[in-house]
């Protein structure tokens, strides 16, 4: 916890990322649907009227950098305060502090990052204060708010997405780093303008991120007198693997799969793969994509191919003997034939419908002629009575109803004519004329 936002580190021993850090809106790169001129943030921080907020968003899009302008322009006290070394006593202590600002008529602007850290009782410890008016609270999460704050608390505050630095933003920030005093610009750095775009692309929207491996490449450069030479070779040993944007128990772990769902959905093996290759590589077990595969086989395609079902169990069965990464073809090759596949929804269709009269109509008996009678006293009830065998018609059907009186005659399955499914098609319209023939009651 501190009242300023002033470094105590010397300048020169401060990783580029902070010797860098905008001091002024005009200096923020990226985020401009919030900062551009007359957009509602900039407005906000400009007049100084900050109400409470959170800001949410990817690492390194700025959140922290613009509460520290925020701090620099406010007339209010500014209390910067950590979720990972806080606790309830210091909440406290801060909250005593918001009260006597306010007895003296000071605002009070308490700065919370990573929020998301705090758990539900702390979260609450904020909430009188927050509405009492002696706080005015910004908080910044890289989770999402829905999930990660108290609703209560969330309903205070307007939440403020950040979004992912373009690879332009983070050239010009790398071309800033190479010409401020702040960064390399009192050193002759040479490097080519398409390395600066590979260090972007590598950086995946996140400043920090492309600033450090900068900085890395820069010191690990090659002198040439007086000109340190950033090489194509020493740039790829600083980013021999990408690290990708992913939480396996967070909100990108669904934004991903459920890309790759809808992308074998819409028929699009190439995007499925891609969205495939960024979860495994990312560190996704591959037995739960392989689980999905599974639902998405019967949900998504069903009878119009039902093998693809057969395939996908042996997919995660392959999953299951050999693991990462062997077993990524498998993946990719169950992947591209549900993509390929004829789509049906016929079968998650059927079963909501059915669930929805299961749920809301009343629990009726099961229809005595189909109900089992391995007892006297059940016979006796009538237990199976009237019970038609199916086998003992020639044509294996009988006009026997099995569901209960105020269902008769629903359809909960409707074949789409898809593929194979057009068969089953067929067959449904077949059966239903022959029992309708034959005197079914509907």
Avoid at 66 to 80: E, G, N, P, S, V
């Amino acid at each position: 916890m501190e009242e300023t936002s002033l470094f105590t580190t010397n300048a020169v021993q401060q990783p580029l990322a902070a010797r860098l850090r905008p001091q002024t809106l005009d200096d923020f790169i990226g985020q401009r649907h919030l900062l551009g001129e007359g957009k509602i943030l900039r407005r906000l921080i400009e007049n100084d009227t900050i109400a409470s907020m959170i800001f949410w968003g990817p690492p390194g899009v700025g959140k922290t950098t613009l509460a520290r302008i925020i701090a620099q322009r406010t007339k209010a006290a500014f209390i910067d305060f950590s979720a990972v070394t806080g606790g309830i006593k210091e909440i406290r202590q801060v909250m005593r502090q918001a009260d006597e600002n306010l007895r003296f008529g000071d605002r009070t602007i308490l700065f919370v990052d990573e929020i998301h850290r705090f758990n539900k009782a702390q979260q609450d410890a904020f909430l009188p204060f927050v509405e009492k008016g002696s706080i005015t609270l910004i908080g910044a999460t890289t989770e999402n708010p829905s999930f990660e704050i108290n609703g209560a608390l969330l309903s205070r505050c307007k939440v403020f997405v950040l979004q992912a630095l373009t690879a332009d933003d983070l050239v010009v920030l790398l071309r800033r780093a190479l010409q401020e005093p702040a960064g390399f610009g009192m050193r002759e750095i040479n490097i080519a303008d398409d390395l600066l775009g590979v260090i972007a692309g590598f950086a995946d929207g996140d400043a920090r991120a492309a600033l450090s491996t900068l900085e890395m490449a820069v010191l690990n450069g090659e002198l040439e007198g007086d000109t340190l030479k950033v090489t194509e070779e020493s740039l790829e040993q600083c980013i021999s693997r990408k690290s990708l944007l992913y939480d396996k128990k967070g909100e990108e772990h669904y934004n991903l799969i459920s890309a790759l769902h809808k992308s074998m959905r819409n028929s699009d093996p190439d995007a499925a793969v891609y969205w495939l290759a960024r979860m495994l590589e990312a560190g996704e077990d591959p037995l739960y994509v392989a689980r999905r595969v599974v639902r998405f086989a019967a949900e998504d395609v069903g009878l119009a191919d039902p093998r693809a079902l057969e395939l996908a169990v042996a997919a995660y069965q392959s999953c299951h003997f050999l693991g990462m990464p062997e077993c990524n073809v498998h993946l990719t090759e169950i992947v591209v034939y549900l993509s390929l596949a004829p789509k049906s929804n016929a079968m998650e269709t059927a079963y909501l419908a059915a669930r929805k009269d299961a749920l809301e109509q009343i629990a009726e008996p099961v229809p005595l002629q189909i109900r089992n009678a391995p007892t006297k006293l059940m016979q006796d009830l009538n237990y199976g009575k009237d019970y038609e065998y199916a086998h003992d018609n020639p044509a294996g059907l009988t006009t026997m109803q099995c569901l209960p009186d105020s269902l008769a005659g629903k359809a909960y399955y409707v074949p789409t004519g898809r593929g194979l499914e057009e068969r089953y098609k067929d067959r449904l319209e077949e059966i239903k004329a022959w029992k309708k023939a034959h005197g079914a009651k509907k």
